[in-house]
């Protein structure tokens, strides 16, 4: 889950905890510098996120979730310096971290994770990492597989727990060049898992607008992580457009309730009460559910 603030954070752990199942929440450079966290300073903007995320998970209501904290989107000439700190802790780490190679080339993306790994282990800190590849490309060839995948694990064996190729989807909501691809998956899925010598999931990018038939037949094929982002968005801020319209009498200063209707408090609720649900369903189209006890046994 692209959680944008920690509102919808808070919205995200709720769902899993009623589905009784694990979550990977993410955040992408957007947020980091966003006016909920840094406020144009990525690092205040990953200290706060994982302050706020750590202490959120380790609560009494949801200490029962397992909680990934995934970086997502992360490009530029700042990345280096945002994913290094996310590494190393501010205080705290995060879970697994991923380059966008959108504006990379194959060298500078197989470099730029080299040194990620380099800095890890300068750090000795534990570390899971996704890899893309030309995600927004139609489907990736195989072969990119082999020198991406193939040049990290030569380097820097035992890293790499993601790869996120193209497979006919596409980030936001706009209209799809290619059709989604799960035989894609599946091959793209073998043939990372031979080069690295160990299971390797897939990671799914452009999510929104998948067909529930789609993200099982992805989930089957071997995707184990699905980016949703874009329709999320479009839930809560429809939810809140929602709120605000049907409200508009209360929040006027003449009104007994005005000051309640005005909190944040009261558009959040209300943006939740459309938002977890949704949040619900999609655990449940993927197959989360009930999977919280098998992944702290794995623990």
């Known amino acids: 889950m692209n959680a944008d603030s920690q509102a919808a954070v808070t919205d ?3 769902a899993a905890r009623a ?3 694990p979550i990977i929440i993410e955040t992408s450079l957007w947020q980091l510098t966003g006016h909920s966290y840094g406020n144009g300073d990525p690092i205040l903007g990953l200290t706060r996120y994982l302050a706020d995320l750590t202490a959120l998970s380790k609560s009494d209501r949801y200490r029962t979730v397992p909680v990934l904290f995934h970086t997502d989107h992360i490009k530029g000439p700042d990345a280096l310096r945002i994913l290094s700190a996310a590494i190393r802790g501010v205080p705290y780490r995060a879970s697994t971290v991923s380059l966008d190679s959108s504006e990379l080339s194959e060298e500078e993306n197989i470099d730029l994770i080299c040194r990620l ?4 282990d300068d750090a000795e800190v534990p570390l899971s990492l996704e890899v893309e590849a ?3 490309a139609g489907v990736t060839e195989l072969a990119a597989a082999d020198r991406l995948l193939g040049a990290v694990e030569a380097s820097h064996p035992n890293r790499l727990a993601l790869w996120a190729p193209g497979v006919g989807t596409q980030h936001g909501l706009s ?3 290619d059709a989604f691809s799960p035989a894609a998956v599946e091959q793209h899925q073998r043939r990372a898992s031979e080069i690295c010598g160990r ?3 897939i990671a799914l990018h452009g999510s929104s607008g998948l067909s529930e038939s789609d993200l099982r037949a992805g989930v089957a094929a071997g995707v184990v992580k699905v980016n949703w982002s874009s329709e999320s968005l479009l839930i809560r801020s429809r939810a809140a457009q929602e709120y605000y319209a049907t409200h508009a009498c209360e929040l006027e200063k003449t009104h007994p309730n005005w000051k309640s209707a005005a909190m944040d408090n009261g558009v959040q609720s209300f943006v939740s009460t459309r938002y977890v649900p949704a949040v619900i369903h999609r655990i449940q189209t993927l197959g989360g559910e009930g999977q919280a ?3 702290h046994d794995r623990r």
């Open 134 to 136: 030309g995600i927004d």
């Open 199 to 201: 299971p390797i999931g």
């Open 175 to 177: 209209m799809r060049r």
């Open 117 to 120: 790994c380099e800095i890890a």
């Open 12 to 14: 995200c752990l709720e």
């Open 19 to 21: 589905c009784d199942a």
């Open 293 to 295: 006890a098998e992944w």
